[in-house]
């Protein structure tokens, strides 16, 4: 079985595990904790960062992207991409607005000072960075409910990598529970839609010693 | 014709130019003074972002990757990627190395002092990043030329959408003087190169109100 090198909060591990998930393609996860800069983990990956897919031919993949596209090449069946290469490219622009601007808006502020800072004894978070990601993910929650508006799921009618990117992100923000969801209620339908899928289970189940999520994280209907 | 609202010195523009310019596609160049924001760019691109390639019939992208794997499903030869899963996987991680960890360790710190910050109006350069900036990049130079012993271009034996995206970056901090070659043989080598490519020429006839390339900028034997 591949064996993926992960860290159980990060959002783009979670977005490979949903990959896989969708995909029906068994994993074994190992837990890296890059910030210990291993030397056997720096050479199976230099830049030092999760996710890192090793294959059982001992092939080595790096970078979230670079492993989604590698399964939907692999695994063409269901498409997560789309079928036609405008829309593949509308796609890969959401996959890019999470990843990029929501993480640096967002996440990178919440997830960086109440998880990476504590993990790598930096101290306590910073509230000017806390209060600033939480800021500005109200754009973004209302940016989610007006593609829903307009479309089934983010990139298109149907479900795509656009989505599980987002809900990576987003469930890390839900787990650390930095999310009022009274106030967003379209991006919280299309949430709870995610959250029922049988791929996001394993993220449901995520525990991390020294964080309790809220009563809500795992519950469907929250 | 399509047209491509860009930045002359943003590298994300640069590489969809260079990439448009391997693929032999002719395109209309628009300035795009993202700061100002106008509403009308806003509405090709919420991101607020360059480059955005707007085509013939109207059908709009943005993010320079969604738009660089575009170019590739469309006009698939010269080949930018690769020709296996695990080519294009090995590629794509490279292409994220430069986008992301390069941008964030150096780009960002001397192109988002030395340009962004005067064209925004933020004043002098912060002399901490810029310092940080000329310090990382040592780092990322020593791995192209680690690479390009054991391969003759950075992903593989043929020049890729990799090559595009170190180059696009680097050419930036080339055109503000703040790589010093001598220290970096086997880089330069490299980037000689790149630079000698007909798809680049473009770049090095590029001129920035406020800006001074130094003399070697366009010189293909520096």
Redo the contacts between chains.
């Keep these: 079985m591949p064996t993926l090198h992960h860290l159980p909060l990060s959002p783009f591990c979670r977005k490979v595990r949903i990959t896989l998930g969708e995909k029906s393609l068994p994993i074994e996860l190992r837990e890296e904790r890059v910030w210990d800069r291993r030397r056997d983990f720096l050479a199976l990956n230099?830049?030092g960062k999760v996710p890192v897919l090793e294959m059982e031919n001992n092939?080595v993949?790096?970078?979230s992207?670079?492993?989604c596209?590698?399964l939907e090449?692999?695994v063409p069946s269901p498409s997560l991409l789309g079928t036609t290469?405008?829309a593949?490219?509308?796609t890969?622009?959401l996959?890019?607005?999470f990843d990029?601007?929501f993480y640096r808006e967002v996440t990178q502020h919440i997830y960086g000072e109440k998880v990476l800072r504590r993990q790598t004894g930096g101290g306590s978070p910073d509230s000017v960075a806390l209060r600033a990601g939480r800021t500005n993910v109200a754009h973004h929650l209302n940016?989610i409910a007006w593609l829903c508006d307009r479309r089934t799921w983010l990139a298109a009618d149907h479900f795509s990598l656009a989505d599980i990117t987002a809900g990576a992100h987003i469930s890390v923000l839900d787990f650390l529970g930095d999310i009022d969801w009274d106030r967003f209620e379209g991006a919280k339908l299309w949430y709870q839609r995610i959250k029922s899928r049988p791929s996001f289970r394993s993220l449901l189940a995520d525990r991390v010693n020294g964080f309790q999520p809220p009563p809500h994280y795992a519950n469907l209907d929250f």
Excluded: N, T
């Design positions: 230099p830049a092939h993949l790096a970078d992207q670079a492993i596209e590698f090449e692999m290469p405008e593949r490219a509308e890969r622009r996959i890019a607005w990029d601007k940016y």
